[in-house]
């Protein structure tokens, strides 16, 4: 078995939610219109709602943000990133009007609060794939899977970053090479272009954290086929990435 660890326990789920119904209980404020369902709810005079901010993609780019950190591989681009962008751009814009007037300058002040949460993990998730994509660009570069896990400007960074490199290279030594050694060393390549870039590969065998996110039953792990598992909803286990990566790409567990 390569599991080197299991917990199996509840777990506390936190709702990370700043301000409570007790917070507006003030005559300015109308609490049923603010808060439904655990979510604020903004409306304006003409009773027109929009949503405090998009729980649902913040939680699924949290999420997104940890498993990437803490896989040793890249993972698939997570699409919430983009539609929190624009949730950004439009709170942004109604903080700004809000903040104009004295009734609505609190809630304003909120939602400018709130954006400058959403865009630090926004930033931080970023940041994250960008370091992989330095790390393992030639690999990924070469790889058709591994590119199709890019979004448009990732594989565009990918390959600006990949021919930077070797213009470097170029300049810095390889054009002093005397002609006949560059030659042999194509040779060697199977006449691919020369590059001393190290070219990484992932170690798919890395121990880490995971949790279960729902029950799933019995379950092999692939590198102990024969002795088998009962995965249960917030089970953590420490074990080999690749024995939990197709269950990862599924979604029924969660790195930590």
Known sequence: MSRAFAWRGSGLRGENLAFNKEFFEDEDFDTEDLIVDGQFIIRAEK??????????????????????????????????????????????????????SKDTCPIGMILFNDNERIKYVMNRYLRTRLFKIEKYAPSIL?????????????????KRYNDLIKRYENSSFLQMLPQNSLEVLKSIDDGIETSFVVNEQVNLEKVIFCRVKEDIGTYSFPSSAEEAENLEKDDAYLIKYSDIKPLLDKGFVELI
């Open 142 to 158: 070469e790889n058709l899977e591994l590119k199709t896990r890019l979004s448009p400007s990732e594989l565009e960074f990918a």
């Open 47 to 100: 009773k027109e709602e929009f949503p405090y901010h998009s729980e649902t993609d913040l939680e699924i780019l949290q999420r997104a943000w940890l498993n990437e950190h803490f896989s040793p591989e890249l993972l698939p681009y997570e699409t919430a990133f983009e539609r929190l962008g624009h949730t950004v751009e439009e709170q942004a814009a109604k903080a700004e009007s809000m903040a104009l």
